[in-house]
């Protein structure tokens, strides 16, 4: 087959592949870049379009305008020792406790409370910002939106000229998989440049690159606990910056010798600066999106609350409340919209027709809850782990909100888990506005250790109900054992 033969499919080809010669020089990295298909300016309007939407989604920004101001000269002094002065950044404070910092392409970058509770300074968290910056100003939104589209463009040609020699069509569904695969999350190098950005841009600012490191020894301890309190310890890095940002070994080693071979002779770290200004700070989960007690979860805004059983603990988020169990026991809570729970009619049908028409429910009734109507049924699903028995419950609070919960347990753990779980469903409650007025949500606090005073001490004090010790660790970067000097100052949490 030649292209005089079929001009035009030459020409589609050629339109399809033009894009494909546009690679640029980086001016940061010097390194060459296949960045065609999307344009500095593209970059601009994909951010400005996707930053409400990340609003949205992840808590809106934090309510402290001298707290965003800070972040936000720490983020330009940064950004103007970069290679792109052109690029006007936007720098939000995400109101999500999640350990979390991010770009968006155009010189959006976000970082979130629970991120700066962690770190212990100022440099710890220019470290971050700057490794942000180093992902726009090296463009890696860009390439990788390039590298999927010249991949799904390779695919297409595949694809003609495969259907006319014969080949089937199921190899470019399978390569179709393996891109979408490899561009969830930036690549090896990606994080290992946007690294050496950050080092470069903290020195030319003054900030110590041996902050990089001691802020990933604080995430590690921050993913053991976290992986801890959900009962998985081997999964650690779903619950932070990390399960984007992937840490190696690799990554590590180099930030250690970025550092010495950039050791500055009187490096900034303005840890007192940092400390005055996440003081009272908020802690956890924000009141207007529910709060976790213990195994209780509250909403003052919306005034209910219900307990999980021992042994689960508590995740929350902006879309539901998750809790985790034994051996993939979990127990989700979410909402109805007001527009399907005002049509939803008896709760029973709601179930059987709509929520749950899939599962096959079984056993189908109504139910008191707490002098609220509700109803429930049960079905089996099978997974890779096995056959799961599920359970669904539906709670109508009055005829604009009916509430959800979802009871999944192994098959072999129903019956031992299944006195708990009841108890967890009548514990929902409404609660009175004099209830829902007392509930407050935690802060920081920074207090100066005094002679006696020990990490275990100041620990006690947190209102949590469990792992107070490693919580006090983690804020503070301390190792087990490790003596507190009176006169330094400590993150605490208090109500």
Not at 46 to 60: D, S, T
Not at 354 to 372: K, Q, T
Request: charged letters at 25%; a neutral charge.
């Amino acid at each position: 087959m030649t292209p005089l033969r079929y001009p035009a499919l030459a020409l589609a080809l050629l339109s399809l592949l033009a894009p494909l010669a546009a690679c640029s020089v980086n001016p940061a990295t010097g390194q060459q870049s296949f960045t065609g298909f999307m344009s500095e300016s593209e970059e601009t309007r994909v951010g400005a379009e996707e930053h409400p939407k990340i609003l949205r989604e992840l808590g809106g920004s934090y309510e402290d305008p001298a707290l965003a101001d800070y972040v936000r000269r720490i983020g330009e002094s940064l950004a103007r020792a970069a290679e792109t002065p052109n690029i006007r950044y936007t720098f939000t404070v995400l109101n999500d406790d999640k350990v979390n910092a991010f770009a968006l392409p155009g010189g959006y970058v976000y970082i979130t409370r629970g991120l700066l509770a962690l770190a212990d300074n100022e440099a710890e968290m220019a470290g971050v910002l700057a490794h942000e910056i180093g992902h726009v100003v090296a463009r890696h939104t860009a390439q990788r939106y390039s590298q999927a589209m010249a991949a799904n463009i390779g695919l297409t040609v595949l694809g003609v000229l495969g259907q006319a020699a014969g080949v089937p069509g199921a190899v470019g569904d399978l390569a179709q998989f393996g891109v979408a695969a490899a561009l969830q999350s930036y690549s090896r190098e990606q994080e290992l440049e946007s690294d050496m950005l950050a080092v470069r841009y903290m020195t030319r600012v003054g900030y110590s690159p041996g902050a990089m490191n001691s802020f990933f020894r604080k995430m590690e301890a921050h993913d053991r606990l976290q992986a801890a309190r959900a009962g998985r310890p081997d999964a650690e890095e779903r619950y932070n910056i990390m399960s984007t940002h992937p840490r190696t070994a690799q990554r590590i080693e180099q930030a250690i010798e970025l550092a010495r071979a950039n050791a500055l002779a009187n490096p900034r770290y303005e840890r007192d600066a940092f400390l005055a200004r996440i003081d009272g700070m908020t802690f956890g989960d924000d009141p207007r999106q529910g709060i976790r007690r213990g195994r209780e979860f509250i909403h003052p805004g919306l005034r209910f609350r219900f307990a999980v059983p021992p042994g689960f603990a508590l995740f929350n988020s902006p879309r539901q409340v998750v809790a985790r169990g034994p051996e993939q026991s979990v127990v989700v809570f979410d909402m109805e919209s007001e527009a399907k729970a005002r049509a939803a009619g008896p709760l029973a049908h709601y179930l059987q027709r709509d929520w749950g028409a899939r599962l096959a429910l079984r056993e189908v009734e109504p139910i008191a809850v707490n002098g609220l109507d509700g109803a429930t049924g049960w079905s089996q699903v099978r997974t890779r782990g096995g056959i799961m028995d599920v359970r669904l419950v539906a709670i109508r609070a009055d005829p604009a909100r009916i509430y959800r919960m979802v009871l999944v347990t192994p098959q072999k753990l129903t019956e031992s888990l299944r006195a708990e779980l009841q108890r967890t469903t009548y514990s929902f409650r409404l609660l009175s506005p004099a209830e829902a007025a007392q509930v407050k949500s935690l802060r920081i606090a920074i207090v100066t250790a005094k002679p006696g005073d020990t990490a275990e001490s100041l620990a006690a004090r947190m209102p949590f109900a469990s792992h107070r010790l490693e919580w006090f660790e983690a804020l503070n970067g301390l190792a087990r054992g490790q003596s507190l000097a009176p006169g330094e100052k400590f993150k605490t949490v208090l109500e």
